[in-house]
C-alpha cells in the first residue's frame, strides 16, 4: 500500500511485514541485485518472505529500502535534500529490527530512537 502525503509517496507496509535495519553502511550504488543479495546473507530464512530491509548510504543522506512483493523485487530510494539519517554506529554486518512508526520517523529524518527533528522541514505548512 502507498500513501500521498505532503506530494510524496509513503510506503505503508502492513502490521505483520517484518522491517531490518541492515547495520553499517552500504554502497547506494547497488541496485536491487546487489541488495538482495546483501540481505541474503544477511537474513536466509527472511528474503524472500516480504520483510523489508532498509540500507544506508555512507554519507547518512541516501536509504533504499528493498522488499519482495510476490511478483519481484520492489527498491524505495530517498535522498535528504539537509540533515541525515539516523542510524546505528556500529560498523560491523547485520541487522535489526525496526517497527513500522521507527521506519516512519527514519523516513522523515527523525531520530527514531529519540524522536526529535534532525532538521525540521522549511517548507512544511
Not at 55 to 61: E, H, I, Q
Request: hydrophobic residues 40%; glycine residues 12%.
Amino acid at each position: 500500500d502507498t500513501k500521498d502525503i505532503r506530494g510524496a509517496i509513503m510506503l505503508n507496509p502492513g502490521s505483520d511485514t517484518k522491517i531490518y535495519l541492515c547495520i553499517g553502511h552500504t554502497d547506494m550504488r547497488k541496485g536491487a541485485n546487489g541488495l538482495s543479495l546483501l540481505a541474503e546473507s544477511i537474513l536466509a530464512n527472511q528474503f524472500c518472505s516480504g520483510a523489508m530491509f532498509v540500507f544506508r548510504g555512507k554519507s547518512a543522506d541516501k536509504i533504499k529500502i528493498l522488499w519482495w512483493d510476490g511478483q519481484g523485487f520492489c527498491l524505495f530510494y530517498k535522498c535528504l535534500d539537509s540533515g541525515k539519517f539516523t542510524w546505528l554506529k556500529n560498523d560491523t554486518k547485520g541487522s535489526i529490527g525496526i517497527t513500522r512508526g521507527q521506519l516512519s520517523m527514519l523516513m522523515e529524518g527523525i531520530d527514531w530512537r529519540n524522536p526529535k527533528w534532525s532538521k525540521a522541514p522549511e517548507y512544511a505548512g
